[in-house]
Nanobody, 125 residues
Framework: QVQLVESGGGLVQAGGSLRLSCAAS????????MGWFRQAPGKEREFVAA????????YYLDSVKGRFTISRDNAMNTVYLQMNSLKPEDTAVYYC??????????????????WGQGSQVTVSS
């Protein structure tokens, strides 16, 4: 089992930045692809960003490309999402996920195996 705990969310003005962290425990994440998803009120959960097990490949939702950066530190068992130039439409609960399947971690084939509890990000206009 992998336990995931997100932190770093909060309230920020449009144009500002936040850095989300996802701390894993139970197992090393070095064998897992890691991803971030988000769910806004009244909307379905959507894929945001993913990084493969060794950090060499990343993949992003088109609307966050150039603004968000996903990274990982396997030694610290932690994944990060740096969010810059935030917009009100980025407001959502952000979830960290872990999976051995790349297609699942990028949202193409069902739900990932492990999820965090979520961290609220609110961007004011």
């Amino acid at each position: 089992q992998v336990q995931l705990v997100e932190s770093g969310g909060g309230l920020v003005q449009a144009g500002g930045s936040l850095r989300l962290s996802c701390a894993a425990s139970g197992r090393t994440i070095s064998n897992y692809h890691m991803g971030w998803f988000r769910q806004a009120p009244g909307k379905e959960r959507e894929f945001v960003a993913a990084v493969d097990w060794n950090g060499r490949t990343t993949y992003y939702l088109d609307s966050v490309k150039g603004r968000f950066t996903i990274s990982r530190d396997n030694a610290m068992n932690t994944v990060y999402l740096q969010m810059n130039s935030l917009k009100p439409e980025d407001t959502a609960v952000y979830y960290c996920a872990a999976d051995r399947s790349w297609n699942r971690i990028v949202g193409l084939e069902g739900d990932s195996d492990y999820w965090g509890q979520g961290s609220q990000v609110t961007v004011s206009s």
